[in-house]
């Protein structure tokens, strides 16, 4: 058995499916680059028929990337795979991932269809797709809940048809590790040719099983992972690329070797959480704020004297450089070029001075500027391309006293103002900006997110608010939390649809 394991990243497909976090094409640009200097084999770059938007990032995204192969999904249709070969035709190497639900609940109630129809849909699409490209993925949606021995029936039939991939998704995260492995195993051991293709994992965690199910599938032959950074992903996310790439480093798991570059995770990671304005946990393992933290006396002292008795990873293993360059207000141009480069940001000198301007404006207001802090300037949408845009905001508040704001808004070169009291500071500069834009909005979600633990910390707002039956989501960063929230709430004005 082939002691390679292929990573396949789907960060830019199945974790962009989560609400609020979409990219633009720049942006998906520079997460791929990133993702090609992480050492992933596959980026899944976007489902081409679905809108203009992720036809297009495929495009551009093939154009980017030289070694990984680019992948499109499509469903079991025509021109679903007409429309991906057509996103696909400047990737030097190619693939094309269709699929369809073997479930029998899919089959039932999402069909209307039959068991036999279902695997002569299959091998069609299969069929379909190796007329354009080589590198054929077929997905089995709800391969999870299908039994094993149709399930096999479905596999063996489009291995025949010309599929190199074979994918066997838990889609709803129902599956025990047990469980899935057994699945995996059976495949294995019932398909004729499965020898002859890589057999992928694709995992949901929504209870909270996707990496021990990934895990199961590797043990029983399964030579592929489909992955996301920071396991992000529709519903409770994906199988997190971090943990799956560390798990293989530090067991050197069963001989399986990857091709990614762990010293770039940790860089990725905040990446891709400032550019879809998606918090890390602070506890998540391997990459959150916390996963090198010991506050326990005993484990203090214990690190101290020998940083194996309670680290069974070095934090240089994933990219976090304790000696990293510290930028302050008296940082130069070339220091803060340097420092987004090491964070996989490439910018021209008009972009740089833009974002050095603001990176010193932040520095001095702040001792020492993050590389959190670096992101967001460099991945926060332009203000000055808004049609609502905050001028001014002074807020008075304090014990024993109502809150009262005061806001002055840009509104396509219009300027208004207005005042309000509130209880508290946020609540009386949104009911402030409210009298200014007149709409029926409701808030229907408030997060604030500190990057670190200094009081002159960056704070992250993220926002959703209710317009007109539709939701809209918003992010604002600021040294001052009433000014992030007034920023998020802008920014989601600033995407309503009248």
Known sequence: MDDRLYV???????????????????????????????????????????????????????????????????????????????????????????GIGTSDAHIRYKFNSTREEIIERAVKAVKYARRYVEDVEFYAEDAGR???????RVIEAVVKAGATVVNIPDTTGYCLPEEYGRKIKYLMEHVDGIDKVVVST?????????????????????????????????????????????????????????????????PTSRMVSSLMNMPVQPNKAVVGRNAFAHSSGIHQDGVLKNAQTYEIMSPHDIGLDDNSIVLTARSGRAA????????????????????????????????????????????????????????YLQVTTGM???????????ISGQKFEAAATGNGPVDAAIKALKKIIQKQMVMKEFTIQAISKGSDDMGKVHMQVEYNGSLYYGFGANTDIVTASVEAYIDCINKFRD
């Open 8 to 98: 396949f990243d789907t960060t830019l497909r199945d974790g962009e499916q989560v609400p609020g976090c979409q990219l633009n094409t720049v942006e998906k640009i520079q997460v791929a680059r990133q993702l090609e200097q992480l050492g992933v084999d596959v980026i899944e770059a976007g489902f081409p028929v679905s809108s203009p938007g992720d036809f297009n990032s495929v495009i551009e995204i093939s154009k980017a990337v030289t070694w990984p192969v680019v992948c499109a999904l499509t469903r079991a249709v025509e021109r679903d795979i007409d429309v991906a070969a057509e996103s696909l035709r400047h990737a030097k190497r190619k693939r094309i991932h269709t």
């Open 400 to 410: 024993g006293v109502r809150s009262v704001a005061s806001i002055g808004l840009d």
């Open 336 to 391: 803060l070029k340097f420092r987004l480069e090491a964070l996989g940001v490439s910018v021209d000198e008009k972009k740089l001075d833009r974002l050095y301007q603001k990176f010193l404006a932040m520095a001095d207001r702040k001792k020492e500027v993050n590389d959190d802090d670096i992101l967001t300037l460099a991945g926060a949408n332009q203000a000055e391309s808004h049609a609502v845009r905050l001028d």
């Open 202 to 266: 694709h995992c949901h965690n929504d209870l909270g099983l996707a990496t021990a199910n990934t895990l199961s599938g590797i043990m029983n032959g399964a030579r592929q992972v489909e992955v996301t950074i920071n396991g992000i992903g529709e519903r409770a996310g994906n199988t997190s690329l971090e943990e799956i790439a560390m798990i293989m480093k530090c067991h050197q798991f069963k001989g399986i070797d990857t091709n990614i570059n762990t010293t770039k995770i940790y």
């Open 146 to 152: 299908t039994d094993n021995e149709y399930l096999a």
